[in-house]
């Protein structure tokens, strides 16, 4: 799977919208982007993954450039309960089910 | 749909002794993956059951082993605890996808497992 690049942490007013950062520079034609994410203490939560097209769900929106090399997962209204470890993984859709979690974005949502 | 459960949330155990962990994904679910999370190494996958059989395995020493049941339930066992193994561990559950295509996998709780 392709490695992804994501900044440490970020901070992000309640009410507005987050957007986190993903770089998969060297990502594959057949690979998609997954986006989950870890409320302290939780198990990761599924989010959303897209190949090349815009994706949106009732979560969040994911943006992947043209040249599919970065992305971008949008929180619209970030809220307090949205705090949390963002995990961005590129793999490829088979029945290989070995995620590969980098560190990940911390995400803190401050009122 | 009731999610993925664990049992035990948590557990206390000495250097030495064995211990076995128990996952029962979402119903209908047929793949069960294990993964170990701790401050130093983060998430990392030991490994996945898919009908009674391991599929894929993470780089985890002998002393953790796993099993699936056949209807699909999944136990994890270390054995010989080392206080390294002290780690929330993680178990998730996905459904097959069509020519056994990648489907996203919702996980549990987790058991969080210390070694005294």
């Known amino acids: 799977d392709a490695k992804t690049t994501q900044p440490p942490s970020m901070d992000c007013a309640e009410g507005r919208a987050a957007n986190l950062p993903c770089n998969h520079s060297t990502i594959s034609g057949n690979e998609y982007v997954y986006w989950y994410r870890q409320i302290h203490s939780q198990g990761p939560q599924y989010i959303i993954h897209?190949?090349?097209n815009n994706e949106t769900n009732e979560m969040a929106s994911l943006i992947i450039t043209e040249d599919r090399k970065s992305s971008t997962l949008i929180l619209p209204h970030a809220t307090l309960r949205d705090t949390a470890v963002y995990y961005c993984i590129v793999r490829v859709r088979s029945n290989d089910y070995k995620l590969s979690f980098g560190a990940g974005t911390t995400v803190t949502v401050r009122a | 749909k009731a999610g993925v459960t664990q049992t035990p949330r948590y557990l206390i155990k000495t250097r030495g002794q064995q211990v076995t962990l128990s996952c029962s994904p979402i119903s209908g679910h047929r793949s069960v993956s294990w993964y170990q999370q701790t401050p130093g190494q983060g998430l990392q996958f030991l490994f996945e059951y898919f009908s009674e059989t391991q599929r894929n395995k993470g780089n985890f020493p002998g002393r953790f082993s796993g099993r699936q049941f056949s209807n699909s339930r999944s136990e994890m066992n270390v054995s010989t605890l080392e206080l390294g193994d002290s780690a929330l561990y993680l178990c998730a559950s996905s459904r097959e996808g069509a020519g056994g295509t990648y489907n996203e996998q919702f996980f549990g709780p987790g058991t969080r497992l210390t070694v005294l």
């Open positions: 897209g190949l090349k």
